[in-house]
């Protein structure tokens, strides 16, 4: 069987500075992975590396998905091939309009997948439906991307283009950071909809809550750009009660 | 003749005496603006130099094009100029209490227009001594049916000089598109419009002239006490454009809105100008200017705005922004403030930047195609602009010039 996602001896640069350093890691379909570590141990570059972000450099390795290499690929190639990155910090777009970004999205697939673009009245009542489930309002919906969002529902609204663009291979940059307990529930619930036999989820996070709610099958710990312990989800817990240096030592 | 560059042919020109004789003097003796006149030194009109136009004096086609549709999409009165000479059709059947008669001959009115003209400009005289005919239209009260100025014509060879008097009686009001679509030479219209106490304007004007075309358009406003304009231009045709427009504020209470938009690629030279006079007390001016540059087109927004001595409690804003999609592309910003009151607010406000990388990489991570996405972010940057347009019939007939600039496309 061909894995879904394979990262293999991943190097990446920012700049001049050398960020992943070696990651070794492979993701099946159905899976969830989270990743865990401290701060400054290479999360989200490895987000924005598999995303295709211009800046992140990979100086070695290779990313294969579905078998074959992404790096040749642009971030729009890489989005139409099942890949999804909800941001840890979503972008604001004065002027661009929700319903129309949204539809652009997901009418970008539907061309690359040779079908006929999506109609303004059938969509829009998937989005709603959609946005329903994650308590977006219709308001929200109208206003231009992410201009005058809280926090949660920036995040949200990750989850709602997640649950459009029907990804599969979704990484979660951080998604439940800026988040209070009720908002976390409910990305959290969100999330748990999407899972899915036909989807692999890659869960980056700083601390083990979110995985109170998002329950991993694997849970790797980042240090220093490379992985140094991978486990199944009580690793996360150890994590909590040790600390990453405990873990770290551990390795 | 100093600074000798294209000269129109002129004896065709029948000038000889009065407002027409006086101002082809002032233009024997400045001509085009040299390489030092300072409120040319960003657009240089040396282009002109090797070219032999002349003005044109007949009429040869009929209303076509997209202008037309664009006029019948709005339901406008179409008074069109081909090659700079007026049709004779759209002076009659005029809506409301619109009249219009035969500009030249008629002295007080060309000397209204002569005064309204910006000062110092070439085509302020150029296209008074050498117009064919042109036109005065009078606004007795408020008018609902839109008038449309349409300006055609395909002759490469021909400099058109349109001359027209708008003037709105106390109280009137209309609202009146200009659409500039040719492939002449030089396209030169010299407008002035005469705004009379609590008269109100609504303006837009749309300059997508032909690739080759020099478009130098000479407008002057005054406002009456009370009486207000909401004028907006696009530009984006021509191998060289300049839009300039002189407001003068001579009443209290006057409000001028004045925005525009020029966008610009290959090697277009788009050039916004104005001259804000605050010339009385309480009045308001207020613009927003958005470029687009592409290739290695170039921007230039120049914005004065004069405040008398006595013209307290004057608000005058302006805001210029210019997107550079290239590396090669190319904005100047002069804003100039004189104030010699000293109760007034007056800001002035200049950027230019490129298309935000992050916000691209949001789009295209959402896979929506570079190209789609940068349009996208274009769009944008200009949409809230368009937007501050009251009229929506008026709004309505930008966005497809917008949209088709932006779709890459050479006309409508």
Do not use: C, I, W
């Given at each position: 069987m061909t894995a879904l996602l394979e990262i293999r001896d991943l190097h990446a640069s920012v700049g001049d500075k050398p960020i992943l350093k070696g990651i070794d890691l492979t993701i099946n379909t159905g899976e969830v992975h989270a990743i865990m570590g401290p701060n400054g141990s290479g999360k989200s570059t490895m987000s924005y590396v598999l995303a295709g972000r211009?800046?992140?450099?990979?100086?070695g390795g290779d990313i294969l998905m579905n078998g074959e290499?992404?790096?040749?690929?642009?971030p729009d190639e890489r989005a139409r091939a099942g890949m999804f990155l909800a941001f840890q910090y979503p972008v604001e777009l004065p002027g661009v309009g929700g319903m129309s970004f949204l539809r652009a999205a997901v009418n970008a697939l539907r061309i690359e997948a040779g079908e006929e673009e999506i109609d303004q009245l059938g969509f829009v009542k998937i989005v709603r439906e959609k946005a329903k489930l994650l308590g977006i309002s219709d308001d929200m919906l109208k206003r231009?991307?992410?201009?005058?969002?809280s926090g949660g529902e920036k995040k949200r609204y990750e989850i709602l283009q997640m649950a459009l663009l029907e990804p599969t291979m979704a990484v979660l940059d951080e998604?439940?950071?800026?988040?209070?307990v009720d908002a976390l529930r409910i990305v959290s619930e969100g999330v748990n909809l999407l899972r899915d036999p036909g989807r692999a989820m890659l869960v980056i996070t700083h601390?083990?809550?979110l995985l109170n709610h998002i329950v991993p099958d694997y849970v790797h710990i980042l240090a220093d750009g490379r992985i140094r312990k991978s486990g199944g989800k009580e690793l996360a817990l150890e994590v909590e009660e040790s600390g990453y240096a405990g873990v770290d030592d551990a390795a | 003749m100093p600074e000798l560059m294209m000269q129109p042919d002129?004896?065709?020109?029948?000038?000889?005496?009065g407002v027409r004789g006086a101002a082809l003097a002032r233009w024997q003796k400045s001509g085009w603006p040299g390489p030092r006149a300072e409120a040319w030194r960003y657009t240089s009109?040396?282009?002109?130099?090797?070219v032999d136009l002349a003005p044109a004096t007949s009429l040869a086609g009929g209303l076509t094009g997209p202008g037309a549709l664009a006029a019948a999409g709005i339901n406008a009165h179409v008074i069109r100029f081909e090659n700079g000479v007026?049709?004779?059709?759209?002076?009659?059947?005029?809506?409301?209490t619109v009249s219009v008669a035969t500009l030249d001959g008629d002295e007080p009115a060309m000397a209204q227009l002569a005064d309204l003209?910006?000062?110092?400009?070439?085509v302020s005289d150029l296209s008074l001594a050498v117009m064919n005919g042109g036109i005065v239209m009078d606004v007795a009260g408020a008018v609902e049916t839109p008038v449309m100025l349409m300006f055609e014509g395909d002759d490469a060879g021909a400099s058109a000089h349109p001359a027209i008097l708008v003037r709105l009686a106390p109280g009137a009001s209309i609202q009146i598109a200009e659409w500039h679509q040719s492939a002449v030479g030089l396209a030169a219209p010299l407008i002035g419009y005469d705004i009379a106490a609590g008269a109100r304007l609504e303006q837009v004007k749309v300059q997508?002239?032909?690739?080759?075309t020099t478009h130098l358009a000479a407008t002057g406003v005054a406002l009456g006490e009370g009486a207000s304009i909401a004028g907006f231009s696009l530009s984006t045709g021509g191998a060289l454009a300049r839009l300039e427009t002189h407001v003068a504020?001579?009443?209290?209470?006057a409000d001028c809105q004045l925005s525009a938009i020029y966008m610009g690629r290959g090697a277009q030279h788009q050039d916004i100008t104005t001259y804000m006079d605050?010339?009385?007390?309480n009045c308001t001016s207020n613009q927003i200017i958005r470029g687009v540059l592409d290739d290695s087109a170039r921007g230039v927004y120049q914005g004065r705005v004069h405040v008398a001595?006595?013209?307290?409690?004057t608000d005058g804003q302006q805001m210029s922004r210019a997107l550079l999609l290239s590396r090669k592309a190319e904005a100047d910003a002069k804003p100039e403030l004189e104030i010699y009151a000293d109760d007034v607010v007056c800001a002035h406000g200049a950027t230019v930047g490129e298309l935000d990388a992050t916000q691209l990489f949001y789009l295209t991570s959402r896979g929506i195609p570079f190209e789609t996405a940068r349009a996208m972010l274009i769009e944008a940057f200009l949409i809230d602009t368009i937007e501050t347009i009251e009229n929506e019939l008026l709004a309505g007939l930008l966005r497809p010039v917008a949209e088709a600039w932006l779709a890459g496309k050479e006309t409508l």
């Open positions: 211009d800046g992140y450099e990979v100086t290499s992404l790096l040749e690929m642009e231009a991307v992410n201009v005058g969002f998604t439940d950071s800026g988040l209070d601390y083990q809550r | 002129l004896s065709a020109v029948t000038a000889s005496g009109l040396a282009r002109l130099s090797d007026v049709d004779p059709a759209g002076m009659s059947g005029l809506p409301g003209a910006p000062a110092g400009h070439p997508a002239e032909g690739a080759a504020m001579q009443g209290e209470g605050h010339a009385v007390a001595p006595d013209a307290q409690k």
